[in-house]
């Protein structure tokens, strides 16, 4: 949508579904705080706080996709502190955050069975690649005792709990604790054992209970969580430092101060089963520390604002902050005016201030005792634990994380960090194998392998993939088509070619404050001579100019147009406003049900006062509004008839998390002659509430609406779910699908039709930590891997679609959960980039199937700015672009 790039992915709600049954055990043994009713970090149960907080939020990691594929087994810490080291005997100690005994390990989900077909496809040129992935060669086969470990008195530092289990190590020979639980070579001489340990600095006495929970055998789930603990071990020698989940290298960081803002560059790690081989999967990530504290921001407020309190509020209200002195994170939820640093609270050994306690226990001088304190609301897990809702903060120790939205729309800036993060295939390459390096060399690395037997291969996995055939481009039924070109870009094609479909535009009104009236007519100009050459026929429009561009303004002058019957408005806006688009789109989709072109004043301005600089943007738009009004730009061949492509994305509503918008988008295609239809849905979803009590109603209306165009049923419908997270494929496959096919069945049992439904269901997910490099390169668009890196017990391949122009190209996962199609998986493959090449907001290829972009583009609009289902008058339109 050229009105108005996607800011934010919003991801749906998780489902775990697990099979263990250890408890949550998060900030345990916790010291209580009475008297000023604030929490203090690192300290707990303590009493409520009563006010209400905020959402959590999350700090920024900058690399070229987030989370990934390997989420179920990823070392990535909880930011709950370094946890010690251990030595001699062979132990090996870890932070609480790899694999902790307090989170239950999910049940595989097996959608693959073991008499499947070969999942491994033929089509396309061979390519010998490599990727981000080192195998291990040998690691430890027997089996280990598992013990679960309970302190008294409870015991809130990881730091603490590794010290006093480490005073026993002659008694456990080689181990591993995470937390809470405890992985030991040797088993103990009883089931239930009692020790006992002094805190070295306080004295204090701590009773450690120790129950036998059962083995781990190295070659099931838990033995492969074993295996990411030694790794998160090992990684402890390169002197990384932990914040949030993953470990960063502080004394590489780059700083880019004329921003004021610092890269620290660290890895993000996983071991897995795959295909044939336990294999490390390691991505370079960065996180964006700002040189700035909250009382940096706060002594801003007070230089520039009277109100500096609102402002501060604002400035700092849903930020990640770092607090150095634990290496922690948490989310500004508040700020207290009333409380500070000299403020008291009540601990074991009496009364205390803040100034105490941080000079007490971390000797820490707060230099300002007036500033006012921050507080951030408890995770779950600490609330489970006994912790109050809201802990306090001080400004001066919380240093900034992240990128503000202002900071994310200056244009130099971002692409002065993107000089670093976005590094290409040969500069990632280098990094990883010096990742590798650093881990054979270094002296507690190499001692912890040997410790556990474990090496690492040092070079990167070689493995097979296929380059899939170029895809032909056709803009009309009688001509020949176009190659799509190797960077899969046909923008070019456009300046001799007609659209596939247009939609004779007639009435329409173009909206404009009367300071942009030149340039709004020049920009006219050059769409009406781009749609000539497009034979997209477009009558001269109505110009409705306005005196300012307040939101009420546009909302009057719609108005008025709207009595009008028009086919379409362009409004032409002075800046990217949030409440100016929200009411221009809320007057035109909600109220009424009129398609909407939103232009930024800065988008048509010609550079250096040349019009001819305008023809690209022009071309676009174009483009745009022909779809909007039902037009179709192009097609590709896909040699299935009575097809339905669904897809479905979810985003989380910008001014209430408690609700989240669903949207589905379906393409139909009754043959590949004639022009495809679209129909699209927008369910409201309460927090808690199942997404698969609407799933099949919106599927059946989509199976409505093509009987409807055509007279009868889809002969194949192929769904692409979006939004699904490692921990949620159980209940997509247990709930979403099932219902999908028990509804489905039922409408063609309905219809007469006694044969299964020919439905395929991907989960497609492209927040994954894969990359693939061919000859020290990205590979080109249409290059598949099914092998190798994939997963047994899946049927799995990954697809790069797109061109990138800076850094390492990112592959999308594609994982069949479900299929009764009978199509081979060549087809499948090649049906999915062929759905890539339908995205009509470009003229390239995208990074998911259309459907998934038109969805998570649905979603988007509804969940920032609609904030309520659109108009079903519009259903049939891609009036979301």
Request: with cysteine; aromatic share 8%; charged share 25%.
């Amino acid at each position: 949508m050229t009105d108005r790039h996607s800011q934010a992915r919003a991801r749906a709600r998780g489902y775990a579904v697990s099979s263990s049954s250890h408890e949550s055990r998060e900030g345990r043994g916790q010291v209580p705080v009475r008297g000023s009713g604030v929490g203090i970090p690192g300290q707990g149960p303590r009493p409520a706080w009563g006010q209400p907080g905020g959402g959590e939020g999350r700090a920024s990691v900058h690399r070229d996709s987030s989370a990934g594929r390997h989420g179920g087994s990823s070392t990535g810490g909880n930011g709950n502190g370094n946890g010690a080291g251990t030595s001699g005997s062979g132990a090996a100690g870890t932070s609480r955050g790899a694999m902790r005994g307090r989170r239950t390990i999910g049940d595989t989900l097996r959608t693959r069975a073991i008499d499947a077909p070969s999942k491994h496809g033929t089509t396309g040129q061979p390519l010998q690649l490599h990727s981000n992935y080192f195998k291990l060669l040998k690691h430890i086969e027997w089996t280990l005792y598992q013990y679960r470990i309970d302190f008294s008195p409870q015991c809130a530092s990881s730091r603490l709990m590794q010290g006093l289990v480490n005073e026993h190590k002659k008694i456990f020979g080689g181990f591993l604790f995470d937390g809470t639980q405890l992985f030991m070579v040797n088993k103990l001489r009883s089931d239930q054992l009692t020790l006992q340990s002094r805190h070295e600095r306080t004295g204090d006495i701590y009773q450690l209970r120790i129950v036998h929970t059962g083995t781990v055998d190295m070659t099931n789930e838990t033995g492969i969580q074993v295996l990411n603990l030694i790794l998160r071990r090992a990684m402890a020698g390169l002197n990384l430092q932990l914040v949030g989940r993953n470990l960063f290298d502080a004394a590489a960081k780059i700083s880019i101060r004329e921003y004021q803002i610092e890269l620290w560059p660290g890895y993000i790690t996983s071991i897995r089963q795959h295909e044939q081989d336990i294999l490390v999967c390691c991505e370079i990530a960065h996180k964006t520390m700002r040189m700035q504290t909250c009382y940096d921001i706060l002594r801003d407020c007070q230089k520039h604002d009277r109100n500096y309190k609102d402002s501060f509020k604002r400035a700092v209200l849903g930020v990640v902050v770092l607090t150095g002195y634990n290496n922690k994170t948490y989310t500004i939820n508040d700020v207290t005016f009333e409380t500070t640093p000299e403020s008291t609270f009540d601990t074991k050994n009496g009364k205390t201030s803040f100034l105490e306690y941080y000079k007490t226990k971390y000797n820490i001088r707060i230099r300002d005792p007036h500033q006012p304190m921050l507080l951030s609301r408890a995770k779950k897990r600490d609330l489970r634990a006994g912790g109050c809702e809201l802990m306090a903060l001080v400004p001066e120790l919380c240093q900034m994380t992240g990128l503000t939205d202002q900071m994310r729309t200056d244009f130099r800036m971002m692409r002065a960090m993107a000089d670093h993060t976005r590094l290409n295939p040969d500069r990632r390459i280098e990094r990883l194998e010096t990742f590798n390096r650093r881990l054979q060399t270094s002296p507690e690395s190499t001692e912890v392998f040997k410790t556990w037997q474990m090496e690492l291969d040092r070079r990167l996995v070689e493995l097979p993939g296929r380059l899939l055939p170029q895809e032909m481009i056709f803009f009309s039924t009688t001509a020949n088509g176009v190659q799509a070109g190797e960077q899969a870009d046909w923008t070019a094609h456009f300046r001799n070619n007609p659209m596939f479909a247009t939609v004779r535009l007639t009435r329409w009104y173009l909206v404009v404050p009367n300071r942009a009236t030149r340039e709004a007519n020049d920009f006219l100009g050059c769409m009406i001579q781009a749609a000539r050459g497009m034979r997209f026929e477009i009558s001269n429009c109505e110009i409705v100019p306005i005196p300012d561009d307040n939101p009420g303004t546009y909302v009057r002058t719609l108005d008025n147009i709207l009595n009008k019957d028009p086919q379409m408005i362009m409004c032409v806006v002075s800046n990217n406003k949030a409440d100016r688009y929200t009411a221009i789109k809320k007057k035109c989709c909600v109220d009424r049900a009129i398609p909407t072109q939103v232009m930024v004043q800065k988008t048509i301005t010609p550079k250096g006062g040349n019009v001819r600089t305008l023809m690209s943007v022009a071309t676009k738009v174009v483009i745009q509004m022909n779809c909007k009004l039902g037009g179709v730009p192009w097609k590709v061949k896909i040699p299935l008839n009575g097809l339905m492509t669904i897809g479905f994305d979810v985003c989380h509503d910008a001014k209430d998390k408690t609700k989240s918008f669903g949207a589905m988008v379906a393409t139909l295609d009754h043959d590949n002659k004639g022009t495809p239809k679209f129909f699209s849905t927008v369910s409201q979803h309460t927090h808690g509430e199942e997404i698969s009590n609407y799933l099949p109603i919106n599927t059946v209306k989509a199976l409505n609406e093509y009987r409807k165009e055509f007279g009868e049923l889809p002969k194949r419908i192929i769904f692409y779910r979006d939004g699904v997270g490692e921990g949620q494929l159980h209940y997509v496959y247990e709930h979403e699908v099932k219902s999908i096919v028990d509804k489905l069945n039922q409408i063609y049992k309905s219809a007469g039709i006694d044969q299964e439904v020919l439905l395929t269901f991907f989960i497609v997910n492209k927040r994954i930590n894969t990359r693939f490099f061919d000859r020290r390169q990205n590979p080109r668009p249409g290059t598949v891997v099914d092998d190798i890196v994939t997963l047994p017990e899946r049927t799995d391949f990954y697809l790069v679609s797109q061109s990138v122009r800076q850094g390492t190209v990112s592959p999308t996962a594609y994982n069949v959960i479900f299929d009764t199609s009978g199509l081979k998986i060549d087809h499948l493959q090649m049906l999915s980039y062929k759905q890539c090449h339908l995205y009509y907001n470009w003229s390239g290829t995208t990074r998911v199937p259309a459907v998934c972009q038109y969805a998570h583009k649905l979603s988007f609009l509804v969940a920032q700015f609609l904030h309520q289902a659109p108009s079903n008058l519009l259903e049939k339109k891609l009036y979301f672009l």
